[in-house]
């Protein structure tokens, strides 16, 4: 896919207050870490993340949604009444139906001829609505679009250190598949899409390429999909192997519909997942280390906004040059890989 009209107005995040560390989700699993005989430390060892943050209790995603989006618009500077459709894509929401992005259309006061929905597809479901977004710009429907999500983690991280204390018949293999959740932090990312024409910025999104490895669907699930908190397993460490070997698969189409080199891209933001992740993708891709823009140690794995968190971040830091190429390489359960090109 290639985009001739697309620009990215503003990328902006919200993080909570609550900081929540490895060491203290640890000394919460006394329990089970002294019965099976599992050495402290272990978790951020092994993932890298040192921290991740809460948002406070009884806050719906929604909630967080209004203000990320109100922060958007004010950065993008585009006038709310051009924005032409409001796109959800966070794997959390507020409800089975309506679609959250009702609610966040309404708290943030869109125009009654905004299209809004949900895109629901795991940890990519704000950059597949990009897509969409994007698509919709490009055929020239509408002059602008914002898509947000907010991930809300407190829940599945609560229940999962409950479970792995109370289920005395977890043993140090079966205990593997619930790790995962230990990492999972909490954010809220969006971004304000616009034609070209109206654009202040000039920061374009020039296309990208998807590829879908459908064969490994079983190895990350969650038994309800609206409510957090409700037990997930995942199979990381085959997670991992065929997520990087989907993304190995796609980078070289992604360049192709580019045209670009490995060379050319001066800064790549990943899934925000752990280390080991970070340092397999990078090796198999064999792109430099050195221009990735890493959050997990601080934030952890944000879901759908992980990776635009870590783009927004970078924005903020100043780390990214007028006309440098940086490439979001996202990765998601299910498996898919969804790979954009931005010139900043």
């Given at each position: 896919?290639?985009?001739?009209?697309?620009?990215?107005?503003?990328?902006?995040?919200?993080?909570?207050?609550?900081?929540?560390?490895?060491?203290?989700?640890?000394?919460?699993?006394?329990?089970?870490?002294?019965?099976?005989?599992?050495?402290?430390?272990?978790?951020?060892l092994?993932?890298g993340?040192?921290?991740?943050?809460?948002?406070?209790?009884?806050?719906?995603?929604?909630?967080v949604?209004i203000?990320?989006?109100?922060?958007?618009?004010?950065?993008?500077?585009?006038?709310?009444?051009?924005?032409?459709?409001?796109i959800?894509?966070s794997?959390?929401?507020?409800?089975?139906?309506?679609?959250?992005?009702?609610?966040?259309?309404?708290?943030?006061?869109?125009?009654?001829?905004?299209?809004?929905?949900?895109?629901?597809?795991?940890?990519?479901?704000?950059?597949?609505?990009?897509?969409?977004?994007?698509?919709?710009i490009?055929?020239?429907?509408?002059?602008?679009?914002?898509?947000?999500?907010?991930?809300?983690?407190?829940?599945?991280?609560?229940?999962?250190?409950?479970?792995?204390?109370?289920?005395?018949?977890?043993?140090?293999?079966?205990i593997?598949?619930l790790?995962?959740?230990?990492?999972?932090?909490?954010?809220?990312?969006?971004?304000?899409?616009?034609n070209?024409?109206i654009?202040?910025?000039?920061?374009?999104?020039?296309?990208?390429?998807?590829?879908?490895?459908?064969?490994?669907?079983?190895?990350?699930?969650?038994?309800?999909s609206?409510?957090?908190?409700?037990?997930?397993?995942?199979?990381?460490?085959?997670?991992?192997?065929?997520?990087?070997?989907?993304?190995?698969?796609?980078?070289?189409?992604f360049?192709?519909?580019?045209?670009?080199?490995?060379?050319?891209?001066?800064?790549?933001?990943?899934?925000?997942?752990?280390?080991?992740?970070q340092?397999?993708?990078?090796?198999?891709?064999?792109?430099?280390?050195?221009?990735?823009?890493s959050?997990?140690e601080?934030?952890?794995?944000t879901?759908?906004?992980?990776?635009?968190?870590?783009?927004?971040?970078?924005?903020?830091q100043?780390?990214?040059?007028?006309?440098?190429?940086?490439?979001?390489?996202?990765?998601?359960s299910?498996?898919?890989?969804?790979?954009?090109?931005?010139?900043?």
């Amino acid at each position: 896919m290639r985009y001739e009209k697309v620009c990215i107005e503003a990328a902006v995040n919200l993080l909570p207050d609550e900081i929540v560390s490895t060491d203290e989700i640890e000394r919460r699993l006394a329990p089970v870490y002294q019965r099976l005989r599992l050495p402290t430390g272990r978790l951020e060892l092994m993932t890298g993340i040192r921290e991740r943050r809460l948002w406070p209790r009884g806050i719906r995603p929604g909630m967080v949604s209004i203000q990320t989006v109100k922060k958007a618009i004010e950065q993008s500077g585009v006038d709310p009444q051009r924005i032409g459709a409001l796109i959800h894509g966070s794997v959390c929401r507020d409800y089975l139906e309506p679609a959250t992005a009702c609610g966040v259309h309404e708290g943030a006061g869109l125009p009654a001829d905004c299209q809004i929905f949900d895109v629901s597809n795991a940890c990519l479901g704000i950059l597949t609505s990009m897509i969409q977004a994007a698509n919709m710009i490009e055929l020239g429907q509408i002059d602008a679009a914002i898509v947000v999500g907010t991930e809300d983690s407190r829940s599945l991280l609560e229940t999962t250190i409950a479970q792995m204390n109370s289920d005395e018949t977890l043993t140090r293999q079966s205990i593997k598949p619930l790790f995962a959740s230990l990492t999972i932090g909490s954010a809220s990312a969006a971004f304000v899409l616009t034609n070209r024409e109206i654009s202040r910025t000039g920061m374009r999104l020039l296309g990208g390429a998807v590829l879908a490895n459908t064969a490994f669907c079983h190895l990350c699930r969650s038994d309800d999909s609206v409510k957090s908190g409700d037990a997930m397993k995942t199979d990381s460490e085959t997670l991992l192997v065929q997520g990087v070997d989907t993304a190995n698969r796609l980078f070289p189409r992604f360049l192709e519909t580019l045209g670009w080199e490995r060379d050319d891209i001066a800064h790549f933001f990943c899934h925000q997942v752990g280390k080991a992740h970070q340092k397999l993708l990078y090796d198999t891709l064999e792109i430099d280390f050195t221009k990735d823009f890493s959050t997990l140690e601080f934030l952890g794995n944000t879901g759908s906004a992980a990776l635009p968190s870590a783009f927004s971040i970078g924005l903020e830091q100043g780390i990214c040059q007028k006309g440098e190429k940086a490439a979001l390489l996202g990765i998601g359960s299910g498996i898919n890989s969804l790979m954009l090109g931005i010139e900043i």
